[in-house]
């Protein structure tokens, strides 16, 4: 079975009341580093509870050193989850408010903490629920601590050193998911300085999903990362964007297509423009 799986809005409906079920509210925005909290106690999924992208799903940001998300400390945030109900058998549900990058790094997170069934994002996140008419509520939710264990899985990163050793190998496909004019180094709204890693091509996470904001069927995610990969190894693929956030949505959509799960570049853009003597290409 795939790591990546989907769940729509009856069928969580279905099961809010399941015993094993941890449920969790991903919301965020870059520019309003408050609005996640904030919009959790207004209203979310009855039952869910709320992790922050800077204050659960990323660690302190050294400046100079890290990007701007770096990984948790995974005793911190299994312990975390821990308080959120999470046991090793638990079915856990993430979502954000639709397009899924926040609900997919939590994903991720969890995939690399050891936890490898029972993952599933609500397509179409939050917005899809409203428009399924779905409750909402203020409440906080209840539950008993589980006792998951972390066994974090160092194979699913690549670091700067090890991408730069690879950087100019025939066989290296490097994606980022960032948008692209911010690829092309045009605009940078988030870091100080534009363009990407050499030998990138950019694979916008936003592409993944359909007008209706849910992800593409698995077949036309297949042809697009085909396309993208050529005749290069599956596993010579690597998955960066600006803060190791976005990416993560390429790797689940990849994951659905049916593609063995990819490395993480976690620091990406952010971080590998920390050192000066890393290259950087513009342009496409």
């Known amino acids: 079975m795939s790591l990546a799986q989907l769940i729509d809005s009856q069928a969580l409906a279905s099961r809010l009341h399941s015993p094993d079920l941890v449920l969790l509210d991903c919301r965020f925005a870059l520019e309003d580093p408050a609005y996640g909290r904030r919009s959790y106690l207004e209203g979310h999924i009855p039952g869910a509870h709320f992790l922050d992208l800077e204050q659960d799903l990323s660690a302190p940001v050294v400046k100079g050193v890290t990007g701007r998300h770096p990984l948790p400390d995974p005793s911190v945030l299994v312990e975390r989850l821990r308080l959120c109900g999470l046991r090793p058998d638990s079915q856990v549900v993430l979502y954000d408010d639709g397009p899924g990058a926040f609900a997919a790094r939590a994903w991720w997170l969890l995939l690399w903490l050891g936890k490898r069934n029972g993952l599933y994002l609500l397509d179409g996140g939050l917005k899809a629920w409203r428009e399924a008419g779905q409750p909402l509520n203020t409440q906080a939710p209840t539950n008993t601590p589980g006792d998951f264990t972390a066994h974090p899985d160092e194979r ?22 960032r948008a692209l004019p911010r690829f092309r180094g045009e605009v940078e709204p988030l870091d100080p300085v534009a363009g990407h890693i050499p030998g990138a091509q950019c694979a916008a996470f936003t592409d993944n999903l359909g007008a209706d904001g849910r992800f593409l069927p698995p077949e036309q995610l297949r042809a697009r990362f085909d396309a993208l990969r050529g005749a290069r190894p599956l596993d010579a693929l690597v998955a960066y964007c600006g803060s190791g956030v976005t990416a993560c949505h390429n790797l689940f959509a990849m994951s659905l297509a049916g593609y063995p799960l990819a490395p993480l570049y976690a620091g990406s853009w952010s971080e590998w423009i920390t050192d000066p003597k890393r290259p950087l290409a513009k342009g496409d």
């Open 156 to 177: 699913l990163l690549m670091s700067a050193e090890q991408l730069q050793q690879r950087l100019g190998s025939a066989e290296l496909t490097l994606l980022d998911a």
